[in-house]
């Protein structure tokens, strides 16, 4: 299998009441996702990586206000547009649904598991 860019879609708030430790787990475990990509031979990508430090420089306030909306979702749905598949994982998002539903209209690869993923 050639290398591939995949980008990780996980839950980030959802489920967590917007609780930091809930939140911080959530990405925790798309980063343990995104390193066993890597070491795959992939190029994993997490929309949190791109949104978060501009969410931070736009002058963000918390999570849901005006400059987390304008830029937190629309990363994610920019960057599945140039990878190769998505990696949906962990439990209910209606956001990391959005970003399969999106790679599977951009003609993308979907997986379900790292186990599905051959090595590069």
Same mark, same amino acid.
């Given at each position: 299998?050639?290398?591939?860019?995949?980008?990780?879609?996980?839950?980030?708030?959802?489920?967590?009441?917007?609780?930091?430790?809930?939140?911080?787990?959530?990405?925790?475990?798309?980063?343990?996702?995104?390193?066993?990509?890597?070491?795959?031979?992939?190029?994993?990508? +997490? %929309?949190?990586?791109? !949104?978060?430090?501009?969410?931070?420089? @736009?002058?963000?306030? $918390?999570? *849901?206000? #005006?400059?987390?909306?304008?830029?937190?979702?629309?990363?994610?749905?920019?960057?599945?547009?140039?990878?190769?598949?998505?990696?949906? +994982? %962990?439990?209910?998002? !209606?956001?990391?649904?959005?970003?399969? @539903?999106?790679?599977? $209209?951009? *003609?993308? #690869?979907?997986?379900?598991?790292?186990?599905?993923?051959?090595?590069?």
């Amino acid at each position: 299998m050639a290398s591939q860019m995949i980008l990780v879609a996980g839950p980030y708030r959802s489920g967590t009441n917007d609780d930091p430790a809930l939140i911080a787990a959530n990405v925790a475990a798309m980063t343990e996702a995104s390193l066993r990509l890597f070491r795959a031979g992939h190029l994993p990508v +997490m %929309g949190e990586w791109y !949104a978060l430090p501009l969410i931070e420089h @736009a002058g963000s306030a $918390g999570i *849901g206000d #005006a400059a987390f909306n304008e830029i937190f979702h629309p990363i994610s749905r920019r960057l599945v547009a140039k990878c190769d598949g998505c990696l949906r +994982m %962990g439990g209910p998002s !209606a956001g990391a649904d959005e970003m399969v @539903a999106l790679a599977r $209209g951009h *003609g993308k #690869a979907v997986y379900y598991s790292l186990d599905e993923i051959q090595p590069a």
